[in-house]
């Protein structure tokens, strides 16, 4: 069973940073996308930035300049690297892996990670 471990996160004043990753782990054949959401209380979740197979990426405007996310193909991680962190992205983070094929012959299906906190004080 493919699953999405997350490390990272934690507490840090705004200015900051802070290093996310996000390792695929179990049998499968390939990621399309791979990226970071995020979802603070009341609000809805949102991407913070994505990055497919052939590194080409995309990020909200909010975190533009701030933010760079990569990926290493051959260990199946994602990295988001944060920095001058904003009380404003304070927010749960998750993990989300576009497009996964385990076998062949399978349709191709999305998934989350469990999410962690990232919390940062003004």
């Known amino acids: 069973q493919v699953q999405l471990v997350e490390s990272g996160g934690g507490s840090v004043q705004a200015g900051g940073s802070l290093r996310l990753s996000c390792a695929a782990s179990?049998?499968?054949?390939?990621?399309?996308?791979m990226g970071w959401y995020r979802q603070a209380p009341g609000k809805q979740r949102e991407l913070v930035a994505g990055?497919?197979?052939?590194?080409?990426?995309n990020y909200a405007d909010s975190v533009k300049g701030r933010f760079t996310i990569s990926r290493d193909n051959a260990k199946n991680t994602v990295i988001l690297q944060m920095n001058n962190l904003k009380p404003e992205d304070t927010a749960a983070y998750y993990c989300?892996?576009?497009?996964?094929?385990?076998?062949?012959?399978?349709?191709?299906?999305?998934?989350w990670g469990q999410g962690t906190q990232v919390t940062v004080s003004s």
């Open positions: 989300k892996a576009d497009g996964v094929l385990e076998r062949s012959w399978l349709a191709t299906r999305d998934l």
């Open positions: 990055i497919n197979r052939a590194g080409s990426t």
């Open positions: 179990g049998r499968f054949l390939s990621i399309n996308i």
